[in-house]
């Protein structure tokens, strides 16, 4: 019953990256390589320091697709950029 209820909060609302699939949003990614490629996510050089930011830049960049992405793409390509440069701890 305990292990149950941990599960239902750990899977429960989303928190973080949750919400978005990171292998979904790689694929996507390829729309994004117009203007960029990933060298500018390094930590090195990377301008973005919180998943707050992250979110709202890929919303930005959004702003400028023809189609746009949805939210949910939106989720994705935030999880995907989270996992392979940002790492920002869920
Ligand atoms: C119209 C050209 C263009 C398109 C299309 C574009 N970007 Fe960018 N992107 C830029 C430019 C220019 C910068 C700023 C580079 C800099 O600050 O040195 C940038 C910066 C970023 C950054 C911040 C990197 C950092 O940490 O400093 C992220 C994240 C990003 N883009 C994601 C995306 C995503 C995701 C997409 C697809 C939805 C996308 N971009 C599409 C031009 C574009």
Redesign the pocket.
Known sequence: MTRLLLMVLLCGPAVGYAAGDPVRGEK??A??????GTA??AAS?????TPAA?KK??E???D??NPK?SKQE?ED??AY?NRDF?RFPQ
């Open positions: 996507l990614h729309d994004c390589l117009g203007c960029h500018l996510y050089r990377a301008k973005i320091k992250l830049e890929v930005r960049w959004n400028r697709m992405f939106v390509l935030a950029l940002y």
